[in-house]
C-alpha cells in the first residue's frame, strides 16, 4: 500500500476526533419537491456525521464488495492508518450503532451505517463519472479529486449531476453507483481466479485497486477497463503471475492484483 498522502485512499481528517456535536441539517430541497422519510433520514445522518465516520464507513462499504471478509487489518491497510487507530475508530463505530463485530472481528454495517456508505459511495462514483465524461480526466485523477469533493456536495447538486450525466448505472472503473439502476446482470470473478484460454469481459476494477495509484495507472496504460476483452495466455502460479491478450496488447499481472479485477466469460 501507498504511503497516504493528499490525494491517498480514503483517509479520516482526524483519528482522534471521530465525532462533532450532533446537528441535524435539513434536506436540501426545491420548493415543493417531496422527499421521501428515508432519503430525509439519510440526508440528516449524513451531515451528522463527521467526514472522519464518512470515510470509515465509506470504506467498510467499498472492501464489502468484494469476496475477502472486512477486518481491522484490512481496513488499515486499505485506508492507510495505523492499527491501534483503526481499532479504537472500530470500537465508536460499533458503539454509535453504525457497524457491528462479529465473532471473527468482521465488520458489517448496520442499516444506518449502510445508509451513510452508500450516501458517500453514490456522491464519489458520481463525481468520478464527471471528472472523466465530462471534463476529460483520467480515471486515476478523477478517483483522487472525487475523495476532496465527495465531503461537500449537497443533495441538490447531487441530483442534478446524476440527471446531467444521464443516470449512470456505474462509476468509470466499474463499480455499481447505489440509487441507480443496476447494471446488467453477469456472473463475475476475480481475474486471478480465470483458467488459461478463457476469453473474459473486465466488469469492474474493485474500490481496493482504486487506492493503490501504480496498479489503476497501470490499468489505464494498458487499456484494462470495464468492457475489455481478455484472453488469459497463461496462469504462473510459480511466479506469481497472469497474462492476458487484448486488441493486439499483452498485459501481465500479479495474482494479487488480479484478484481486485473482476471479470465475467464472454458469450
Not at 483519528?15 to 430525509?40: I, W
Not at 473486465?202 to 475489455?228: C, S, Y
Amino acid at each position: 500500500m501507498r504511503e497516504a498522502g493528499p490525494a491517498g485512499p480514503r483517509r479520516p481528517r482526524r483519528d482522534r476526533e471521530l465525532y462533532s456535536p450532533v446537528t441535524m441539517a435539513r434536506a436540501q430541497r426545491t420548493p415543493g419537491e417531496k422527499v421521501s422519510r428515508e432519503t430525509k433520514r439519510a440526508t440528516a445522518d449524513t451531515a451528522a456525521a463527521t467526514a472522519s465516520v464518512q470515510d470509515y464507513l465509506a470504506a467498510v462499504y467499498d472492501l464489502g464488495g468484494g469476496a475477502t471478509p472486512v477486518i481491522g487489518a484490512r481496513l488499515a491497510k486499505h485506508m492507510a492508518i495505523s492499527a491501534p487507530a483503526v481499532t479504537e475508530a472500530i470500537q465508536r463505530l460499533s458503539r454509535d450503532g453504525y457497524v457491528k463485530v462479529g465473532s471473527r472481528k468482521e465488520l458489517q454495517l448496520t442499516p444506518k451505517g449502510r445508509q451513510i456508505a452508500e450516501v458517500m459511495a453514490r456522491r464519489h462514483r458520481l463525481v468520478e463519472r464527471w471528472l472523466t465524461d465530462a471534463l476529460g480526466l483520467d480515471w486515476t485523477l478523477a478517483h483522487e479529486e472525487a475523495h476532496r469533493l465527495e465531503h461537500s456536495i449537497s443533495p441538490r447538486v447531487e441530483d442534478r449531476l446524476a440527471k446531467m450525466l444521464g443516470m449512470p448505472s456505474t462509476c468509470p472503473h466499474g463499480n455499481p453507483i447505489p440509487g441507480m439502476s443496476k447494471p446488467r446482470r453477469v456472473e463475475p470473478f476475480p481475474l486471478a481466479s480465470a483458467q488459461e484460454g478463457a476469453t473474459v469481459v473486465v466488469e469492474r476494477i474493485t474500490e481496493e485497486a482504486e487506492a493503490d495509484k501504480r496498479l489503476l495507472e497501470h490499468l489505464w496504460k494498458n487499456d484494462v477497463r470495464p468492457g475489455r476483452r481478455l484472453k488469459v495466455v497463461e496462469v504462473a502460479p510459480w511466479a506469481g503471475t497472469i497474462t492476458a491478450h487484448g486488441d493486439g496488447q499483452s498485459i501481465t499481472l500479479g495474482l494479487s492484483a488480479a484478484t481486485k479485477i473482476w471479470v465475467y466469460i464472454s458469450n
